[in-house]
């Protein structure tokens, strides 16, 4: 938890209203013309839409448990003194319903990186739902009494304008303040995290109110519910990163701004040596690009494009050599930036869904994938169409996922690719299978044939003591039935009890006696995973059975009888 330093005060603002209202009533009276109050009417009527307006703003205000713990997160250039350094700044959260007031101290979740947040609890006496209102100050460290006064009448005079903010939780449950410092960019927040959860027609998984197809066939329940915490749990991490990685694009849009307004006051001789130098950083970033080294690379191409801003190629392969050193947050940053390029616009869209992708955003990829598809780039649109199938297969969607890859069949000119989207194909095709068989649950089995049987008792003519008892043949009819029932049966286990019994009748009567009758129960379970990193089935058979070899002589009941109990396993 961060260094929280609070302090609280009840805001005793009624007593300048009263004031004001003492002044206003000490004014002469004065008689009013008919056109004065029409006009004063006409203002009346506008003083009321804002005020209902406002009424309504206030409704959709933000409301939060004053019992619980809350953090406060927001971008702050002015507040970063030192690169190397963590800085602090200090903020005023408000409750608009008691007028309480609470100063926090934020730090800088790393150095150098503009973004501020605080993690504390206040006790705001019998008040449960807050209503907040922040108010971002120029300071560095925490106000003095008399200073926090002069704030406060200033929060009240309008001076000091509180800021838009988005009120969320995150993945742990704690509430969390998203402060920003202009509406536009708070309403461009909260596009990207409606996106995070319908971006690309993307469905979120549930167990609830959705149809997950083929998936909601081959998982149990509690695997749904499992999958369905999980996905709840990420959407939430990425949300997170999201609106950082938000605030980090802003911050590094505006340094670019200052590197060309820094640029254009150079004399023409300064920017070719600029020039110059860019390009040398750009030549030798290449270099270690070409051999893999994508650590140096990525150091040279930035400096390259800091000497030369106006130069969008590099910041494009500056992004590139961020994805290829894997981090992913930082180049989506930089491929976003580079899309506002038209020559690299593509292509940064492409790379930028391939980094969401490996952060899991997937509801992000999806929606830029779908805008590469709509190119019809010969290379890159069947490209998009099979990271949009794996990222579907990934989250269990195997319905929309072969779509997907069918689509890549159709459209790819790389052997390779299609190959890849065949064995995918495959595997959905057994899992579709799968699917169908699960939903059987009772299995019937009936067997009926003939034989004709040389030496019905199976005696061998070396033996000295059986005569010529091998030469007894006769027609047999062999008959079965079985029953099986699987409550039990997916991807990883197989379980269900099995009863079949077999008959063999003899046709000529003297050999009748040596016609067998089998029961068997059976209860066999298998089960699939891995183990050690290495994949196997076990399979475990329980079983009972009854053998019944030979009849009475007269009765033609069971003479002869084997039972046992026994166990199969592999």
């Given at each position: 938890m961060n260094l929280i330093i609070v302090s609280l005060f009840f805001v005793l603002s009624f007593l300048t209203s009263h004031i004001l209202h003492a002044q206003e009533n000490e004014a002469p009276q004065r008689v009013e013309s008919l056109e004065t109050n029409t006009q004063k009417t006409k203002e009346n009527k506008t003083e009321e839409k804002k005020k209902q307006k406002r009424l309504r703003i206030k409704k959709q205000r933000a409301l939060f448990d004053g019992n619980k713990m809350i953090e406060v997160k927001l971008a702050s250039p002015g507040w970063n003194k030192s690169s190397e350094a963590i800085d602090n700044g200090v903020i005023l959260l408000k409750d608009a319903n008691s007028?309480?007031?609470?100063?926090?101290?934020?730090?800088?979740?790393?150095?150098?990186?503009?973004?501020?947040?605080?993690?504390?609890?206040?006790?705001?006496?019998?008040?449960?739902?807050?209503?907040?209102?922040?108010?971002?100050?120029?300071?560095?460290?925490?106000?003095?009494?008399?200073?926090?006064?002069?704030?406060?009448?200033?929060?009240?005079?309008?001076?000091?304008?509180?800021?838009?903010?988005?009120?969320?939780?995150?993945?742990?449950?704690?509430?969390?303040?998203?402060?920003?410092?202009?509406?536009?960019?708070?309403?461009?927040?909260?596009?990207?995290?409606?996106?995070?959860?319908?971006?690309?027609?993307?469905?979120?998984?549930?167990?609830?109110?959705?149809?997950?197809?083929?998936?909601?066939?081959?998982?149990?329940?509690?695997?749904?519910?499992?999958?369905?915490a999980s996905n709840s749990v990420r959407i939430k991490e990425n949300q997170k990163r999201i609106l950082d990685r938000y605030r980090q694009e802003q911050i590094e849009k505006a340094r670019i701004e200052k590197l060309k307004k820094e640029l254009s006051q150079l004399s023409e001789k300064q920017k070719e040596q600029r020039e110059r130098e860019a390009n040398d950083y750009a030549e030798a970033a290449l270099d270690f690009y070409r051999v893999n080294n994508f650590t140096q690379a990525e150091e040279k191409f930035r400096k390259s494009f800091d000497l030369n801003p106006e130069n969008k190629k590099?910041?494009?392969?500056?992004?590139?050599?961020?994805?290829?050193?894997?981090?992913?947050?930082?180049?989506?940053?930089?491929?976003?930036?580079?899309?506002?390029?038209?020559?690299?616009?593509?292509?940064?869209?492409?790379?930028?869904?391939?980094?969401?992708?490996?952060?899991?955003?997937?509801?992000?990829?999806?929606?830029?994938?779908?805008?590469?598809?709509?190119?019809?780039?010969?290379?890159?649109?069947?490209?998009?169409?099979?990271?949009?199938?794996?990222?579907?297969?990934?989250?269990?969607?195997?319905?929309?996922?072969?779509?997907?890859?069918?689509?890549?069949?159709?459209?790819?000119?790389?052997?390779?690719?299609?190959?890849?989207?065949?064995?995918?194909?495959?595997?959905?095709?057994?899992?579709?299978?799968?699917?169908?068989?699960?939903?059987?649950?009772?299995?019937?089995?009936?067997?009926?044939?003939?034989?004709?049987?040389?030496?019905?008792?199976?005696?061998?003519?070396?033996?000295?003591?059986?005569?010529?008892?091998?030469?007894?043949?006769?027609?047999?009819?062999?008959?079965?039935?079985?029953?099986?029932?699987?409550?039990?049966?997916?991807?990883?286990?197989?379980?269900?009890?099995?009863i079949r019994t077999d008959y063999i009748y003899t046709q000529k009567d003297e050999l009748s006696d040596y016609d067998p009758l089998s029961l068997q129960i059976t209860a066999p379970y298998t089960q699939r995973g891995e183990w050690l990193d290495k994949p196997h089935i076990l399979n475990l058979k329980p079983g009972y059975e009854l053998l019944h070899l030979g009849q009475e002589d007269d009765s033609g009941r069971p003479e002869k009888t084997l039972k046992g109990i026994f166990l199969e396993t592999s």
């Open positions: 007028n309480k007031v609470v100063q926090v101290l934020l730090e800088e979740t790393a150095p150098d990186t503009n973004i501020f947040s605080g993690t504390y609890s206040v006790n705001w006496g019998n008040s449960s739902q807050v209503k907040p209102e922040v108010y971002v100050l120029d300071n560095t460290t925490l106000l003095s009494q008399e200073a926090l006064k002069t704030a406060i009448v200033q929060i009240n005079s309008g001076s000091i304008k509180r800021k838009p903010i988005i009120f969320r939780k995150n993945e742990l449950g704690v509430q969390v303040l998203e402060v920003f410092e202009t509406n536009n960019k708070a309403k461009e927040a909260l596009s990207l995290i409606k996106k995070q959860s319908i971006g690309g027609n993307f469905e979120t998984t549930s167990i609830t109110g959705r149809d997950l197809g083929l998936t909601q066939k081959l998982l149990s329940t509690e695997e749904l519910q499992k999958l369905a590099y910041f494009f392969q500056y992004g590139m050599s961020l994805y290829k050193n894997q981090k992913y947050n930082e180049a989506t940053i930089a491929f976003s930036i580079a899309k506002e390029m038209a020559d690299f616009k593509n292509e940064a869209i492409y790379y930028m869904a391939l980094s969401q992708h490996q952060l899991k955003e997937y509801e992000q990829a999806i929606s830029n994938l779908n805008i590469i598809k709509e190119t019809k780039d010969e290379k890159l649109s069947p490209l998009a169409n099979f990271y949009s199938g794996l990222i579907y297969y990934e989250q269990q969607f195997y319905e929309k996922a072969k779509v997907e890859f069918e689509l890549v069949l159709d459209t790819s000119q790389d052997p390779r690719l299609d190959e890849k989207a065949e064995k995918y194909i495959e595997t959905i095709n057994q899992l579709m299978m799968l699917a169908k068989m699960k939903e059987k649950k009772f299995f019937f089995s009936a067997s009926l044939g003939a034989l004709y049987d040389s030496n019905v008792l199976q005696q061998s003519d070396s033996s000295s003591d059986q005569g010529s008892a091998s030469d007894k043949a006769s027609l047999r009819y062999i008959t079965g039935l079985g029953f099986y029932y699987r409550p039990i049966f997916d991807t990883k286990r197989e379980f269900g009890p099995k």
